[in-house]
């Protein structure tokens, strides 16, 4: 088991930025490749972005490309999203998950937490 605590949501107005935090614990963290997903009031979850387990690949949905940065550091057993020039369209549950590198899919990852809002005023 692995068990993924999401922290940094908040409220912010468009244009600035946030940094989520996924701390985990359980199995071996640097073992997972890890994403995060976000899911707006009456949507299904979303895509966000993704790291292999060493952090030498990440990929990102078009929709944050250039904005947001997913990294992690296996010492301290957490993933990061840093977001920048946000807009209100951001506006969600953000949730950090572990799971096969490459599927953007929520229903493929194995593990995930409970989530952190994020709420982005215009």
């Known amino acids: 088991q692995v068990q993924l605590v999401e922290s940094g949501g908040g409220l912010v107005q468009a244009g600035g930025s946030l940094r989520l935090s996924c701390a985990a614990s359980g199995r071996t963290f640097s073992n997972y490749d890890m994403a995060w997903f976000r899911q707006a009031p009456g949507k299904e979850h979303d895509f966000v972005a993704a790291i292999t387990w060493s952090g030498g690949s990440t990929t990102y949905a078009d929709s944050v490309k250039g904005r947001f940065t997913i990294s992690r550091d296996n010492d301290k057993n957490t993933v990061y999203l840093q977001m920048n020039s946000l807009v209100p369209e951001d506006t969600a549950v953000y949730y950090c998950?572990?799971?096969?590198?490459?599927?953007?899919?929520?229903?493929?990852?194995?593990?995930w937490g409970k989530g952190t809002l994020v709420t982005v005023s215009s």
């Open positions: 998950a572990a799971g096969p590198y490459g599927t953007r899919w929520f229903g493929n990852m194995s593990y």
